[in-house]
């Protein structure tokens, strides 16, 4: 499977994340053609070599004719749906336009339909954010991962003023996303590009393990101080069966709720998105006998994870913190049974080889609809081979 990481080592703009894609092998003709066809006019796009700190890689830019539209987001989201596009890269980079809308209204008090987009509204954010969506899957990349992302400080001028940096749409795009502090006065993460990461990334920290194929170094507009000002983006092939994603932990200890309490907030953590839920037996203050909740799920999931253990457990707080896990890589797939067709998880080894592990429910059900008993149909699908993938 391709992945590709994104070495933010000088952070990430939209231009910057579409630049590496190009100096990584992304067809400049083509990108030119697909992004045409958007119901815009008064551009240039413009591809050019360039060094920094004699680090050669590629710019890419877009010339605008005239004054930028304020458009909202039912205006982009028009010119986006109107561009000839996979489904998948159109409604992606809608997405990612509406968590824009999102965070931009809840800055200024709006809803998101409200917002009137001004630098991210340009020509300029549009061609770079469905550029982008559209190199990605133009590449064949699968999943993207992503390094911590330094943010600088200072101030920058915007439409509204003089704003801090980080500016307050990138810091609330990047919330659940580990950040540091690069120590450079200047604007490392624009709106665009962490809305870019914000819908694409899919983990942040280490590099995943992998064979690098190709490796590209997009610049931005801008020298630094002491680093070169680009974007490293490193494609090639996972190694077989492990995946690295981020989760987020969240912890509690409880000592006051009974059972049956306990089990209907493990039903609906579930219900949120939790991962997992494990309860452990822990031994509390003044000697109290009480219970650990732990619970794992996706970073985006935390809050609404949250709201669940304050609203039906018994716990003043809850710890909370971000880890990174290498798991195999599995999916649902189908095959033929002595039961008719039926849905089993594919799970990859390490070693090259798969396992096919039952799914509960549908064990259940042909248990109880054929007469047979539950461990037959188990033992039968952990009997499963390679060979069955033919018929698939």
Not at 347 to 369: H, K, L, M, Q
Request: proline share 6%; glycine share 8%.
């Amino acid at each position: 499977m391709k992945i590709a990481y994104l070495d933010c080592f000088s952070g990430i703009s939209g231009d910057m994340f579409l630049s590496a894609l190009l100096d990584a092998g992304l067809p400049f003709p083509d990108l030119q053609e697909r992004l045409s066809t958007l119901p815009l006019g008064g551009y240039r796009l413009v591809k050019e070599e360039t060094a920094r700190n004699h680090i050669h890689g590629t710019t890419f830019s877009v010339h605008c004719e005239g004054t930028h539209h304020h458009r909202n987001f039912k205006d982009i989201q028009k010119i986006i749906s109107k561009g000839s596009f996979s489904e998948q890269v159109k409604e992606k980079s809608i997405q990612i336009f509406r968590s824009l809308a999102v965070v931009e209204g809840r800055i200024h008090a709006k809803p998101p339909e409200a917002v009137h987009f001004h630098e991210v509204g340009a020509v300029d954010s549009i061609i770079d954010i469905v550029g982008g969506v559209y190199g990605v899957e133009k590449l064949g990349i699968h999943s993207i991962y992503a390094s911590k992302i330094p943010l600088g400080s200072g101030f920058v001028k915007t439409a509204h003023g003089r704003m801090p940096l980080p500016a307050p749409a990138t810091i609330a795009l990047l919330s659940d996303i580990p950040v540091f502090d690069s120590g450079v006065q200047q604007e490392m993460v624009t709106p665009t590009g962490a809305a870019l990461l914000k819908g694409l990334a899919v983990a942040f920290g280490e590099m995943p393990a992998m064979k690098v194929h190709q490796i590209g170094y997009g610049a931005g507009s801008r020298d630094l101080p002491d680093r070169p000002n680009m974007l490293r983006i490193l494609i090639g092939e996972q190694d077989a069966g492990l995946e690295t994603d981020t989760v987020a932990v969240l912890e509690a200890n409880i000592d006051d709720m009974s059972p049956e309490g306990l089990g209907y907030l493990m039903e609906r953590l579930f219900e949120a998105g939790a991962l997992d839920v494990a309860f452990f037996p822990a031994q509390m203050k003044k000697s109290r006998p009480g219970v650990q909740v732990q619970v794992i799920g996706y970073p985006p999931r935390k809050d609404r994870l949250l709201e669940v253990f304050f609203s039906e457990s018994s716990t003043l707080g809850v710890r909370f913190q971000y880890t990174e896990r290498k798991v195999l890589r599995r999916e649902a797939t189908e095959v033929e049974s002595p039961w008719g067709r039926i849905r089993v998880k594919s799970i990859s080894r390490p070693n090259g080889t798969i396992r096919f592990d039952p799914e509960y429910d549908v064990c259940r059900d042909i248990a109880r609809n054929h007469s047979v008993s539950l461990e037959e149909v188990y033992s039968w699908v952990k009997g499963l081979r390679l060979d069955v993938k033919d018929s698939i």
